[in-house]
T-cell receptor, first 115, second 109 residues
Framework: EPEVTQTPSHQVTQMGQEVILRCVPISNHLYFYWYRQILGQKVEFLVSFYNNEISEKSEIFDDQFSVERPDGSNFTLKIRSTKLEDSAMYFC?????????????FGQGTRLTVV | LAKTTQPISMDSYEGQEVNITCSHNNIATNDYITWYQQFPSQGPRFIIQGYKTKVTNEVASLFIPADRKSSTLSLPRVSLSDTAVYYCLVGDIKGKLIFGQGTELSVKP
């Protein structure tokens, strides 16, 4: 079964540092997403990406965050000047289309710990 | 996107059928109903999706009444490995999925 791959599985960083979370979506998918889940809380939408640009973003996705598809396979989330409250699981997802009759495939996540 | 309401938690025993109902009173005409499963420290996993009536796959069944204001996820003969959080999502994706609090299902031996 095809899968979304995320690296690293766990990242520890110091407050104020920049981190880049990496994702390899399923190869024939066109829509890409980042979500985050703070420990014990629900999964929160951050951003969706299609055709090399952001389609939608939540209020969480402020200037501290950016996304990029640097090549034909990777999809990255950059968090500048990390804060303690950025500690969470970050999930990448991809789907073949963005309409409601399709499924999104999620990666296993990157656990980000900001100290 | 339609707001969903589902029980916060449910308990069951191995071998039983589990039904989790989700209310979505303001579902729109174009909205689909999708259920995801999430294990601790893992990403959500698609279970099933439907628009109306009944949908069945190898994992679960989804029952949707004619008014579509609710839906029921049915898991036949659950096992310990079905212990997870189950999310009901409603809406035309349009670039995002909105997760609620989900239902924490605990399956006991």
């Amino acid at each position: 079964e095809p899968e979304v791959t995320q690296t690293p599985s766990h990242q520890v960083t110091q407050m104020g540092q920049e981190v880049i979370l990496r994702c390899v979506p399923i190869s024939n998918h066109l829509y890409f997403y980042w979500y985050r889940q703070i420990l014990g809380q629900k999964v929160e939408f951050l951003v969706s990406f299609y055709n090399n640009e952001i389609s939608e973003k939540s209020e969480i996705f402020d200037d501290q965050f950016s996304v990029e598809r640097p090549d034909g396979s990777n999809f990255t989330l950059k968090i500048r000047s990390t804060k303690l409250e950025d500690s969470a699981m970050y999930f990448c997802a991809s789907s073949a289309s963005r309409y409601g009759n399709t499924e999104a495939f999620f990666g296993q996540g990157t656990r980000l710990t900001v100290v | 996107l339609a707001k969903t309401t589902q029980p916060i938690s449910m308990d069951s025993y191995e071998g039983q059928e589990v039904n989790i109902t989700c209310s979505h009173n303001n579902i729109a005409t174009n909205d689909y109903i999708t259920w995801y499963q999430q294990f601790p420290s893992q990403g959500p996993r698609f279970i099933i999706q439907g628009y109306k009536t009944k949908v069945t796959n190898e994992v679960a069944s989804l029952f949707i009444p004619a008014d579509r204001k609710s839906s029921t996820l049915s898991l036949p003969r659950v096992s310990l490995s079905d212990t997870a959080v189950y999310y009901c999502l409603v809406g035309d994706i349009k670039g995002k999925l909105i997760f609620g609090q989900g239902t924490e299902l605990s399956v006991k031996p």
